[in-house]
C-alpha cells in the first residue's frame, strides 16, 4: 500500500532529488523534514543488487549536527551515553543520546572531525534543538549548526571497487568506521567505511550540495561495469542485519537496554544525561528486550506497530518486518516482554505464527 | 503534482486517520512525524465549505509540548519572545520560539492551563527536544513531555451553531484565543477559539485518543444541515489570510522582525532567548520583509521555493502560493529585500508578473 504525498516547500529536497528522480525513484517518505527515496525497482531487486553487487543511496535526509569550539568535546561526552575521551579524528562510533529518563533520543553516529568539531549523523529527529538547548542553558562554548552537508551511501560487496575508481585505492584500506576528508573536483567531502546496510560499504559526505547532481553521475559512472544500481535503504538487509530504524524501532520511551546495547553504554565513565536513570534501569533489569521474529508464509505488512501475543497474553509489538528472500520467510524486529523473549518462543504476530531469534539473523559484514 | 508515500510505522497516525480516510482524504503529508491529510474534494471546494459553511480538519499533527512545575511559567518566559507574565489561565497567545541568533526555533500558540501549566500546540518541528534540553541544562524544576492531546479543527463561519450543539451554547460567548476544559461522554478536552484559517472557528484540543474516532463521528453529526465537510488545513484561505507554515514561510534563519511580527517581541520585558541579538536586529533594521504578492493567470504552484527578481535583479523567494477564487489570481507568500518589498512594487516570480501587496490579503473574522 502507498499514500498519495502533496509536496510543498516545507519538504526539503536533498541534493540528489532530481538525480534520483531521473533513476527511477518512484516512492518517497520525509525524514527530518525531507524528501528521500523509498524504492526503485523494489525491495527485493534492490536487495539483490546491494548483497551482489553495489547499490548507491540518497540519504541526504540523514542531516548533521555540528558541534565545534573548545567545549566541543566536553559537550559531546556529556550528550552520548559512551565514553567518547578516545575519540580521535578520522574515528566515528554508533552512540545513544538519551534523556534524563534514559530513553533514547536518537541513535547518531558520532564522527570526530578534529579534537574541537564533532558531527552527530542523525535518524529522524530535530536533534539539533537538544544539542543547541543544552549547549545554550548549559553555558558551553561551542557552536551548534546543521552544515551543508549530504550523504550517500554506497553499500555492498563491489563497493570497495566502485570507491577506488573515484578516491584511489586507499579507500580500500579504510577500517570499519574510520573516515578521511577528501575532495573530487574541488568538492569537499568526507569518505567513511560506514552504512545502514549489514553489507561491507561506504558513505559520501558531500559538503557541497551544489555538487551531488554531478557526485550521483560520477558514482554511477565509476560503478560500471558492477552491477551498480539506486536503491532506498533496503529494509530487508538492515531487519536481517538487525539495524534499527528510529521512530519505528525505538523512541525516547525506550532505554539502550531494552535495545540489547548494553554496549553502548558506559555507566562508569564520564557523566552523560540519563547516566542516573540508566543506573536504576541496570540495577533492576528489563522488562521487555528487542528481538528478531521469524513468521513464516505470505510477506506481512507493519504500517503500524503489530501486536503480539505469547501464551493468550499481550506480549509486545513488532515495529519492523520484510520479507527476505534469503529465508524465505518474514523476518521482524520486536519489542517483547522478557518472558516471552527467549529465542525459540512460540508467538503470534497480528494473528500468524512467529519464533523468536536472536539478533542479528545475518552478520553484518565489515 | 503528487508523489507515492510509503507508510511506515515511524509514520504514526493520529487518531483520527481511520475517519479522515473513510470521509476521504485522498493525499497525506508528513508533519511532526504524523501522517496528516492534505486532499479530500480538493482546495477550492473545501475552501468553499470553510468560508460559507463549517470545516472539519485532522490537525493531530499539531503536537502539544507540555510544561509543568513551579518553574513552568519562568521556564516558558525564557522561551518565548513576547511577555507573558499576564497570561491567565484559559488564555492563549501565538508566541514566537527563538535561537539564541534571533531566529525563528516555532511559531506555537501558547495556552496557559493553570499557572504551572502550559501547553506550546507546535508547528512541524521537534520542540519537545528544545524545551528538554533548556529545562535540563538549566536546571528548571518543571516535567516536559508531549502528553496525549489531538487537536481538531472547526473553522467557518457556521462553527459556532456546530460547537453549541455539541458542547452548549457557553461555546457562543468564547473570546478570540480564550479557550475552556470540557468534557464530552468523559473525553476530557479543551475547547480553544484558536484556528489556522483566519475564518471564525475552534480547536478541539482531544485528550484521550481512544475517543478519536468517536468525536469525529459526533462533530460531524452535530454539523447535520450546516454544511459541515472534511477539509485539510486551508492553504488558500490561510494564505489570504497572511498566516505563516513554519518550514515553509521561515524557519531559524528568519526572525521575527523581516516576518513583520514586531508585536509579538516584547525587548523591554523579562529576558528571553534571542533577546540580545532581536535588539541588535532592532536597531539595524531588516533589510528584507515579509509581503504578499498576486500573480495573475493560470495557477501557480510552488513544491519548492520560487526565485524572485525585481529590476533584473535577485529580491527574495516565494515561499507559499495558491490560487485564489476571491480575487481569481495566485496569492503568494514571499520574503523580499526590503527595495523591493513596497506595496505595489512590481517583481516575477519564476519569469511571471507579479505585484507586492500589504499583508493579509483578508482580514481575519475574530
Known amino acids: 500500500m502507498t499514500l498519495r504525498l502533496t509536496p510543498s516547500a516545507r519538504l526539503r529536497r536533498s541534493p540528489y532529488y532530481d538525480a534520483t528522480r531521473r533513476a527511477g525513484a518512484s516512492a518517497f517518505t520525509v525524514y527530518n523534514h525531507m524528501l528521500i527515496p523509498t524504492m526503485y525497482a523494489g525491495p ?23 558541534v565545534a569550539g573548545p567545549d566541543a568535546r566536553r559537550l559531546v561526552q556529556y550528550l552520548v551515553a559512551r565514553d567518547v575521551a578516545g575519540l580521535r579524528p578520522g574515528r566515528a562510533r554508533y552512540v545513544m543520546l538519551c534523556n534524563p529518563g534514559g530513553g533514547v533520543v536518537n541513535d547518531p553516529v558520532l564522527l570526530c572531525l578534529a579534537d574541537d568539531r564533532f558531527w552527530l549523523s542523525l535518524a529522524d529527529r530535530d536533534v539539533l534543538l537538544w544539542v543547541q538547548g543544552i549547549a ?50 574541488g568538492a569537499a567531502l568526507v569518505v567513511a567505511r560506514t552504512g545502514w546496510s549489514g553489507e561491507y560499504g561506504y558513505e559520501i559526505f558531500l559538503r557541497d550540495a551544489a555538487y551531488g547532481e554531478r557526485l550521483w553521475d ?4 565509476a560503478g560500471e561495469g558492477l ?12 531487519i536481517e542485519g538487525g ?45 521487555r528486550l528487542l528481538r528478531g521474529v521469524v513468521v513464516a508464509g505470505e510477506p506481512l505488512a507493519a504500517p503500524t506497530h503489530l501486536p503480539v501475543m505469547a501464551g ?19 523476518v521482524a524486529l520486536a519489542l517483547l516482554a522478557t518472558g516471552a523473549a527467549a529465542p525459540g518462543t512460540e508467538i503470534e504476530v497480528a494473528g500468524r505464527a512467529g519464533v523468536v531469534q536472536e539478533l542479528p539473523f545475518v552478520q553484518a559484514t565489515r
Open 243 to 287: 539495524i534499527l530504524s528510529y521512530g519505528t524501532d525505538m523512541d525516547d520511551s525506550v532505554n539502550p537496554f531494552e535495545l540489547g546495547f548494553d554496549r553502548l553504554v558506559d555507566l562508569d565513565g564520564e557523566d552523560f544525561v540519563g547516566r542516573d536513570a540508566l543506573r536504576e534501569a541496570a540495577e533492576r533489569g528489563v522488562d
Open 136 to 185: 545554550l542553558a548549559g553555558g558551553y562554548d561551542v557552536a551548534v549548526r546543521e552544515p551543508d552537508v549530504s550523504p550517500l551511501q554506497v553499500q555492498g560487496p563491489r563497493s570497495p571497487e566502485l570507491m577506488a575508481r573515484l578516491f584511489g585505492d586507499w579507500v580500500r584500506e579504510l577500517r570499519y568506521y574510520r573516515f578521511r576528508e577528501a575532495e573530487l573536483e
Open 218 to 221: 560520477r558514482v554511477f559512472a
Open 312 to 330: 493468550g497474553e499481550p506480549a509486545g509489538r513488532v515495529s519492523s518486518v520484510a520479507w527476505s528472500p534469503r529465508f524465505e520467510a518474514n
Open 44 to 66: 527485493v531487486e534492490e536487495y539483490r543488487a546491494l548483497i551482489e553487487a553495489v547499490a548507491v543511496w540518497d540519504v541526504g535526509a540523514e542531516r548533521q549536527v555540528e
Open 227 to 238: 552491477g551498480v544500481a539506486p536503491g532506498a535503504p533496503n529494509q530487508i538487509r538492515r
